[in-house]
Nanobody, 124 residues
């Protein structure tokens, strides 16, 4: 059974750092990503690996502040978030796919596997 389980979300202050973790079990995937969803808003792309450990992509809003990384040996995907802002407040989701194409990397519907999400709240 495939499972993606996120952890690490909590309440932090503006400017703080936080690292989210995603444990992937059941199978391996060529592409993994982080999305987030704030109240009343659509789920939005944050960062992703595309088919390799070195092909990384970021949303403009987090570029330079967030870093996606992974530990293949332990089937973990991480999101290091620095210089957090109140607008980063959202539920963060880990997503995975083995059939992703580059043109749909930022589209939530392109990912077939999702975790349950972890809440990140950044206070001002």
């Amino acid at each position: 059974q495939v499972r993606l389980v996120e952890s690490g979300g909590r309440l932090v202050q503006t400017g703080d750092s936080l690292r989210l973790s995603c444990t992937v079990s059941g199978r391996s995937f060529s592409s993994t990503a982080w999305f987030r969803q704030a109240p009343g808003k659509e789920r939005e792309f944050v960062a992703a690996f595309f088919r390799s450990r070195t092909n990384t992509y970021y949303a403009d809003s987090v570029k330079g502040r967030f870093t996606i990384s992974k530990d293949n040996a332990n089937n973990m995907v991480y999101l290091q978030m620095n210089s957090l802002l109140p607008e980063d407040t959202a539920v963060y989701y880990c997503a995975a796919s083995s059939t992703l194409i580059l043109s749909t990397l930022r589209t939530a519907a392109s990912y077939g596997y999702w975790g349950q999400g972890t809440q990140v709240t950044v206070s001002s």
